[in-house]
């Protein structure tokens, strides 16, 4: 019983400490009313906005925004008050580089909108979703293609999950919103939190396995959506092995599947498997689906495989017009620190990356073509940081 009340107890002094530093006590900050009209002091490029959105978790109830020096010298801060805005995940995709799509986290809400950021001119934009006769929310909006797509929260057709009391299956809804055309996934084939590949004239999504009968793991691989015409059909490489979408150009859909192998479908959905990781052991590869890539290009990403033998390693994955992985040595690249990425700047000519490890966090600034470190800004809270601007 002690044990359990020291860990409450240093849960607690962590959100204090969490709450107490970015929670509105600088008087000094600059107050906005509205995330789509925060308009910060230029630094002409020489300093960097970050970003801490608001997280009723950790009872910060405003987003702060801090400028800081490539030193971690705090020169200002902003406080955003905006209720529709809060944590963000980023998503660039290569065809549209200076447009960043936002999905939101952090509360138990069904949000009808989304956000994206117009990065050469610095404007956040919130996009409603309102094409549907019910209230769906929006899932998370990673997405490849020339269509944006998102998959949402609930059912598009009924504005439920249409929960199955007997198997706690249920239904949500992959939805193309540039052609404002939906389906609804059917029961046991939820999609996972992976990217949306459009690929085609079809919709590809992860599909999340179960465990059913004798403890057997069923309906697990990808879901391939034709909105045209409504239907579905599914596909496994193997016997019920989990695959997750990465990418998908004109020619092929690269899917990953177990311990770092990577299936590539071409038009008439015929595959090859290919073993990029070479070098790494088999059974230590963990795919990492929260921002595990970054495309730089249409056809190259920057990709972060996690091994239990090796440790984080990031490196260029190439998917046409030959399918490899090259880890990057990089000499600010450590094998005991996390890294996220968030996005590229081809304005600037910069990648933002946060690292950290027991021993420091950092904001890693990488040139886009070197991929060499320009700069490592020390910060504090890393986790909480989702987004940064060169300012």
């Known amino acids: 019983m002690k044990k359990r009340y020291s860990i409450v107890a240093i849960g607690l002094i962590i959100v204090i400490a969490v709450t107490y530093y970015l929670l509105p006590k600088n008087t000094d900050r600059t107050l906005v009313n509205g995330i789509e009209n925060f308009e910060p002091i230029s630094s002409d490029n020489k300093n960097y906005l970050l970003f801490y959105p608001a997280d009723i978790r950790v009872s910060q109830e405003n987003t702060i925004i801090k400028e800081v020096t490539v030193d971690g010298k705090i020169i200002r801060e902003y406080e955003i008050e905006d209720k529709y805005f809060r944590r963000m995940s980023l998503h660039q995709k290569p065809n549209s580089m200076d447009k960043l ?28 979703v309102d094409y549907f006769d ?84 069923v309906n697990s691989g990808i879901a391939v959506i034709d909105l045209e015409d409504q239907s579905v059909e599914y596909m496994n490489c193997g016997e019920n092995v989990d695959m997750y979408p990465l990418y998908a150009t004109e ?66 994955m190439t998917y046409e017009p030959e399918l490899k992985f090259e880890p990057l040595n990089k000499d600010y690249l450590e094998q005991d620190s996390s890294y996220r990425f968030l996005y590229q700047d081809k304005e600037n000519g910069e990648i933002y990356i946060v690292s950290s490890n027991e021993q420091e966090e950092k904001l890693l600034i990488i040139d886009n073509t070197s991929f060499d470190l320009k700069a490592g800004i020390p910060i504090e809270y890393s986790h909480l940081l989702d987004f940064v601007v060169k300012n």
């Open 101 to 128: 799509y936002i999905s939101l986290f952090g509360e138990a809400t069904i949000d009808n909108y989304y956000y994206t950021y117009d990065i050469p001119t610095k404007q956040f934009n919130r996009v409603k």
């Open 134 to 217: 019910y209230e769906v929310g929006v899932d998370h909006i990673m997405h490849y293609g020339e269509n944006v797509l998102f998959q949402t929260l609930v059912s598009h057709k009924t504005g439920e999950q249409n929960i199955n009391s007997e198997t706690n299956e249920f239904n949500v809804s992959i939805s193309n919103f540039t052609s404002q055309k939906s389906f609804e996934t059917e029961y046991g084939n939820p999609p996972k939190w992976t990217p949306l590949l459009e690929f085609n004239n079809k919709i590809l999504y992860g599909t999340s396995g179960q465990y059913g009968d004798n403890d057997k793991y």
């Open 251 to 316: 020619e092929h859909a690269f899917i990953l599947g177990e311990a770092g192998k990577v299936i590539t479908y071409d038009k008439n959905f015929e595959f090859n498997i290919y073993e990029p990781f070479k070098g790494m052991s088999k059974e230590d590869i963990f795919f990492n689906d929260d921002s595990s890539q970054l495309l730089i290009d249409t056809k190259r990403a920057l990709y972060n495989v996690y091994s239990q033998e090796k440790g984080s390693v990031i490196g260029l």
